[in-house]
């Protein structure tokens, strides 16, 4: 009995189950709990927001949130991390909701869960390791502006024309004086006390000051009635056929692909944070389970929320109680609570986000843009920039993209080779490659050798180099023929059994020794059928 519970304590506590156990204590339960209070006033007019964005009811958005959440925060990744309705994925979704109705959304979102589930069980979420610290600066930095020009929205209004425009007079000077009055709040409450966290504390006392002087600003309750029922079990009302597969599928492939980068990114940042390694693939399943049931519920679906995590993490969640009552919070919300919630001023909530923006940008990335090499600094602007104007997924890929052709331009130049006189066979000499030998590099590996006046015996040593791909195999090709037109006979040294298999002519002009190298080659050939795929 006592091993079960020691063992579901650090299942909650993120510790892996084959490590001595960890107590939960009273406290850190507290502090989870107040932490996920926290986020699920924030959570509200976000997910509102977004639902606003996707052109569906605010109960849609609502009802990801936390069903989203819910799932997430018991089988997730990565405890301390909270999901629900992001925008990233509402801009997706407006153009399908628009042309096809908001039952073509829940049949996506049903597919987006199983394509993700999918990648969680092919193991897909390791390749997150690939996505370099640059791009990660600018994918935090770029999220944070996002998050800061998102809560500006909150400063406009619509007129009786209908046209948006910034509000002004009091109502400026009156938001504008809580959302820094909250800020403040929030920095100095933990110098007086730990027991609250402080973004609750700030929300309650400023909420409490805009109710007891009847201070007009705007309110959770003018962006909607949050008020609403449990959701309700439902398959999508479309039709069973390939024409409605192949109008969602595009759809689902892009949620499901910019859901599992955002979620993926926010678990390493938040694992940054919690000193917590592991669980991508984990969280793959765990946001396809989610996303699977939402569209079932009437959700419209999301991914993890770098904000919402923040502002958990910071009040003091850990485990993943504190998403847990997020999400139930969330909930009581709904059913119970929706006229209280609904008076909450909106700029407590903004003011909240602002904070969120100062700690998640990473301030130290200016100066270091000055430090580290000039393409990596690149690479954090871009990313950056690409963020804000564009979307996260396209961001990352185009930051893996740079940092990958910058890796490639690096490791070409690092082709080379000495040349000496071999001890083994009398007139010949020895080319020792040095430097990785790819596509990048194979033009410069041409140039290495002094075809016209080497002897007619040629060694090329490979024992400081490695053969990554099938334009290697290539070049080492070439080289041989040309070697051979001239003439002149040429053996090949410490070279891999990948490459004994692969080469075709210069393939006998082997030399096997007992110290050749054993790693594989990047190529098609599987080594089990002994053929090309």
Sequence with gaps: MSSSISKLQNYILGVPLNQPPQGLTIAQVRMDILAGLTVALALVP?????????????????????????????????????????????????????????????ATVVLMGILQLIAGALRWGKFIRMVPHPVMLGFVNGLAIVIGLAQLEQFKTTNDMGVTEWIGGFELLATGGLVVATMALIWVTPKLTKIIPAPLAAIGLVTALVLGFDIQVPRVGDLASLSGGLPSFAIPMVPFTLETFAIIFPYAVILAAIGLIESLLTLNLVGEITEQRGGASQECMAQGAANLATGFFGGMGGCAMIGQSMINVNSGGRTRIGGLAAALFLLVFILFASGLIEQIPIAALVGVMFMVVIGTFAWNSLKALFKVPRADALVIIVVTIVTVAEDLAIAVVVGVI????????????????????????????????????????????????????????????????????????????????????????????????????????????????????????AVDYDVNIGAFR
């Design 46 to 106: 976000e997910a509102v927001a977004f639902a606003f964005v996707a052109g569906v009811d605010p109960l849609v958005g609502l009802y990801a949130a936390f069903i989203v959440g819910l799932i997430t925060a018991t089988i997730g990744g990565r405890p301390g991390m909270i999901s629900g309705a992001t925008g990233a994925l509402a801009v997706v979704m407006v153009a399908l909701v628009a042309q096809h109705g908001v039952e073509y959304l829940f």
């Design 402 to 521: 740079m940092s990958a052709l910058v890796y490639a331009w690096n490791a070409a130049k690092r082709i080379h080779a000495s040349k000496r006189p071999s001890a083994r066979e009398k007139g010949a000499i020895v080319y020792d490659i040095q430097g990785p030998l790819f596509f990048g590099s194979v033009t410069g590996f041409r140039q290495l050798f002094d075809m016209a006046d080497d002897p007619d015996t040629v060694i090329i040593d490979f024992s400081d180099s490695r053969v990554v791909d099938q334009s290697a195999l290539q070049a080492i090709e070439d080289v041989a023929d040309k070697y051979a037109d001239l003439g002149k006979r040429v053996m090949l040294r410490h070279l891999s059994p990948d490459c004994h298999r692969l080469l075709t002519k210069a393939g006998q002009l082997m030399i096997d020794s007992d110290d050749d190298p054993d790693y594989g080659i």
